[in-house]
């Protein structure tokens, strides 16, 4: 990601936040999540429909665009910084959001003596005329503003960690932005929280589903808490 800096005062923080839609929507509850699984299949964006009368068949893009994001934190009160970077990307969504459980892991890849994350996944509908690039842009807005600090020292410690994993079926290799996110498929951290908001969702240049794919991790990788982050 490219580097963002904390803000200095609240005059910043408000300023920041000007990047980031203030509409908001009602979140998911669990049922809501279970019955929209069809949904979320990144793999088809749109289903196949005969219009009567024409006798051909026509792509009608009938599914929502869904983008994905993953969440962690392992600095100061985690849980309430995660729930108020949910908050703040609610906004961000016209329709249901879907939200996952917290999830408890060990730092992956991180300096000796980091403390445990706690992760979560949401499920959002971009508004109209967003683009994977602005929706980054907004993630790493919010990030500052919610006190991110990048020391240069590789996985360190952070008050919140917000990471693009897909958008649609759309594909990205630059400088600023991959998509799919490029590890999501290795990482129980990733998938755990996101195979609960949308199991059948296949990422771009996968075979298998989330839930597939964090099948064959073992189960203490993640730890599902009984709290929600959303």
């Known amino acids: ?17 000007e990047v980031m839609p203030q ?13 929209s699984e069809p949904s979320v299949n990144a793999r088809v964006g749109f289903r196949l429909r005969r219009r009567v009368g024409h006798g051909k068949t026509k792509r009608v893009n009938d599914e929502p ?24 990307i609610a906004g961000w969504s016209p329709a249901k959001l ?7 892991t060990a730092p992956v890849d991180c300096p000796p003596g980091s ?17 994977p690039e602005s929706l980054l842009d907004a993630l790493l807005a919010l990030e500052a503003w919610l006190g991110r600090t990048r020391s240069g020292l590789a996985n ?34 990733v998938l755990a929280p996101l195979a609960e908001i949308a199991p059948g969702l296949v990422l771009p240049g996968q075979q298998q589903t989330v839930s597939g794919l964090l099948a064959t991790f073992g189960q203490s990788e993640a730890i599902k808490t009984e709290h929600r982050l959303i």
């Open 156 to 189: 360190a410690p952070r008050a919140i960690d917000l990471d693009l994993i897909a958008f649609g079926t759309e594909t990205r290799t630059t400088p600023t932005l991959v998509l799919p996110h490029p590890r999501a498929h290795e990482r129980a951290f």
């Open 23 to 35: 509409i908001f929507t009602r979140t998911l509850t669990a049922q809501d999540a279970m019955r």
């Open 1 to 17: 990601k490219p580097s963002a800096s904390a803000p200095a005062s609240t005059a910043a923080r408000a300023s920041s936040a």
């Open 65 to 88: 665009l869904m983008a994905y994001v993953a969440l962690g934190a392992n600095l100061a009160a985690a849980a309430g910084t995660l729930r108020e970077a949910a908050d703040s």
């Open 115 to 131: 403390p445990p994350f706690l992760n979560a996944a949401l499920g959002l509908q971009p508004t109209p005329g967003t683009t």
């Open 98 to 104: 879907l939200g996952s459980s917290l999830w408890r």
